[in-house]
């Protein structure tokens, strides 16, 4: 079994920063892309900043310069440190995982709980 556990997130005043941590454990051979996403309300899931490894990391065009994602492979975690947030912007952010479990168990797709991060206007 696979979990995705999330910290961070809550309310945010328009120009603050807030930072994200999501940690992938259990029964775990290769951990593949790891990736932050977000959906409001009303709107469709979409990828905030995804990373193949700890170098190889890529940002949507409406974060670039503002968001930071980092990844700790040794640990299976990533963060997003996010500045200069917004009220265009709040949503469930979520953490993904492409995880290859060993024997039987194959290769998967794993989400996170999603905290919520809310930026009043």
């Known amino acids: 079994q696979v979990q995705l556990v999330e910290s961070g997130g809550g309310l945010v005043q328009p120009g603050g920063s807030l930072n994200l941590a999501c940690s992938a454990s259990?029964?775990?051979?290769?951990?593949?892309?790891m990736a932050w996403y977000r959906q409001s309300p009303g709107q469709e899931r979409e990828v905030v900043a995804s990373?193949?490894?700890?170098?190889?990391?890529n940002y949507a065009d409406f974060v670039k310069g503002r968001f930071t994602m980092s990844r700790d492979g040794a640990n299976h975690r990533i963060y997003l440190q996010m500045n200069s947030l917004n009220p265009e912007e709040p949503a469930v952010y979520s953490c993904?995982?492409?995880?290859?479990?060993?024997?039987?168990?194959?290769?998967?797709?794993?989400w996170g709980q999603g905290p919520q991060v809310t930026v009043p206007s």
């Open positions: 259990g029964n775990i051979f290769i951990v593949y892309t």
């Open positions: 990373a193949a490894d700890r170098s190889n990391i």
């Open positions: 993904f995982a492409d995880i290859l479990q060993p024997g039987s168990a194959g290769r998967g797709h794993y």
